[in-house]
């Protein structure tokens, strides 16, 4: 089946400092692929659209300037955290999609924890 | 906005009973709807899916009603077992193929 690789899976930084996540899918090609971020029991909340080779589409309240998408290739795409503040910290997910409408996949996650 | 709503955060059930896990939703534009099971720290994974043109989709132990007028939708799972214990999130989506909306999820605990 369709896996999603997402790394790191856990990362601990400092105030100010940037951290890369990356998203890839391993065994097929995703022109789309979806960042979520979810806070203690809460829903996973829809960050941004990543589209490869244009840029991504934020949702509202998603500051584009702090979370930085890039989706360079059909395999994968990042999200850099910018000068990271303790609100920050939370567990960030990635999706693709592969065909049907049931064919999400996600990552297994990133817990970010800025000090 | 929460488009989809759990509205029960945890539910416990014994071993081997039923367990119905429900959702609302709020956007008529909303016409697929998938079940997903998390555990912590890990990305959620797929469970079931109904298309707005069925009324139930059913896969082993797990069954999946939906009742468009209500705006409404349950997952059953029968006969629960201690390995379902996790948080199970309903999501819906559209057939142009949009991100997933997300419900908070519901914490099951089936116990031995």
């Known amino acids: 089946g369709a896996v999603v690789s997402q790394h790191p899976s856990r990362v601990i930084c400092k105030s100010g400092t940037s951290v890369k996540i990356e998203c890839r899918s391993l065994?097929?090609?995703?022109?789309?692929m979806f960042w979520y971020r979810q806070f203690p029991k809460q829903s996973l909340m829809l960050m941004a659209t990543?589209?490869?080779?244009?840029?991504?589409?934020?949702e509202q309240g998603v500051e584009k300037d702090k979370f930085l998408i890039n989706h360079a290739s059909l395999t994968l795409s990042t999200l850099t955290v910018t000068s990271a503040h303790p609100e920050d910290s939370s567990f960030y997910i990635c999706s693709a999609r592969r065909g049907r409408l049931d064919g999400y996949t996600f990552g297994s996650g990133t817990r970010l924890t800025v000090v | 906005d929460q488009q989809v709503k759990q509205n029960s955060p945890s539910l416990s059930v014994q071993e081997g009973r039923i367990s119905i896990l429900n959702c609302d939703y709020t956007?008529?534009?909303?016409?697929?709807f998938l079940w997903y099971k998390k555990y912590p720290a890990e990305g959620p994974t797929f469970l079931i899916s109904i298309s707005s043109i069925k009324d139930k989709n059913e896969d082993g132990r797990f069954t999946v009603f939906l009742n468009k007028s209500a705006k409404h939708l349950s997952l059953h799972i029968v006969p629960s077992q201690p390995g379902d214990s996790a948080v199970y999130f309903c999501?819906?989506?559209?057939?142009?193929?949009?991100?997933?909306?997300f419900g908070k999820g519901t914490s099951l605990l089936v116990t031995p």
């Open positions: 999501a819906a989506t559209s057939n142009s193929g949009y991100a997933l909306n």
């Open positions: 956007n008529s534009m909303f016409d697929y």
């Open positions: 065994d097929f090609q995703a022109t789309t």
């Open positions: 990543s589209n490869e080779g244009s840029k991504a589409t934020y």
